[in-house]
Nanobody
Framework: QVQLVESGGGLVQAGGSLRLSCAAAGDTFSTYAMGWFRQAPGKEREFVAAISRNGGSTDYVDSVKGRFAISRDNTKNTVYLQLNSLKPEDTAVYYC????????????????WGQGTQVTVSS
């Protein structure tokens, strides 16, 4: 099992930046591919970014490419999401998630989830 705890959310003006962190505890962190998802009020949870077990491969939803960057530090059991050039439409609760072996863009394939951290971008 893996326990995930996100942090780093907050209120920021459009064009600003935030760095989200997701600390993992429990099972061997490097066994898990990691993903970030977000859910805005009244909308379905959507894929944002994912990273492979060793950090060598990443994937992003088109709307955040060039603005967000996912990374991980397996020595610290932590995955990060750097959010730059934030827009009001990025406002959502951001969740990190873990699944064994290979990442996907599909939330249903991730077994472990954090509690989420709120990101609010004002215009």
């Amino acid at each position: 099992q893996v326990q995930l705890v996100e942090s780093g959310g907050g209120l920021v003006q459009a064009g600003g930046s935030l760095r989200l962190s997701c600390a993992a505890a429990g099972d061997t962190f490097s066994t898990y591919a990691m993903g970030w998802f977000r859910q805005a009020p009244g909308k379905e949870r959507e894929f944002v970014a994912a990273i492979s077990r060793n950090g060598g491969s990443t994937d992003y939803v088109d709307s955040v490419k060039g603005r967000f960057a996912i990374s991980r530090d397996n020595t610290k059991n932590t995955v990060y999401l750097q959010l730059n050039s934030l827009k009001p439409e990025d406002t959502a609760v951001y969740y990190c998630a873990a699944k064994l072996w290979v990442y996907t863009q599909y939330a249903s394939t991730y077994k472990y989830w954090g509690q989420g951290t709120q990101v609010t971008v004002s215009s």
